[in-house]
Nanobody, 114 residues
Framework: QVQLVESGGGLAQPGGSLRLSCLAN????????MAWYRQAPGEQRELVAD???????NYADSVKGRFTISRDNAKNTMYLQMNSLKPEDTAVYYC????????WGQGTQVTVSS
C-alpha cells in the first residue's frame, strides 16, 4: 500500500512562493509517472503538473512558467516549487500517481491572499 503525505502549504501573498513536498512510504518516483493535483472549493480536482519516470515534465497552462515539479528518488520525495503565486492558485494540493490513483492523502492547503 502506497502512502503519500503532502506538506509545505500555507498562506502566501500574491507574487510569493511556496514549495510543496510529497513524501512516499516506498520508492515509487523512479517507477511511475507522478503528479500534483489541486482542488479549489466547489471545483473538481485538476492536474497541475506531472513528471515521468524519465524526468519529463508537463504543466497545466495555468501554472506553466511559474511552477516547477521535481523529485528526489533517494528521499522518496517529490516537490512542487510555486512562484509568482496568484489568488486563483488557492486550493488543497495533492500528489498521486497520474491517472491510476492510489488512496489520496490529506493534501496541503495553499492560500494566496493579501
Amino acid at each position: 500500500q502506497v502512502q503519500l503525505v503532502e506538506s509545505g502549504g500555507g498562506l502566501a501573498q500574491p507574487g510569493g512562493s511556496l514549495r510543496l513536498s510529497c513524501l512516499a512510504n516506498r520508492s515509487i518516483f523512479s517507477i511511475y509517472t507522478m503528479a500534483w493535483y489541486r482542488q479549489a472549493p466547489g471545483e473538481q480536482r485538476e492536474l497541475v503538473a506531472d513528471i515521468t519516470r524519465g524526468g519529463i515534465t508537463n504543466y497545466a497552462d495555468s501554472v506553466k512558467g511559474r511552477f516547477t515539479i521535481s523529485r528526489d528518488n533517494a528521499k522518496n520525495t517529490m516537490y512542487l516549487q510555486m512562484n509568482s503565486l496568484k489568488p486563483e492558485d488557492t486550493a488543497v494540493y495533492y500528489c498521486n500517481r497520474k491517472l491510476q490513483y492510489w488512496d489520496w492523502g490529506q493534501g496541503t492547503q495553499v492560500t494566496v491572499s493579501s
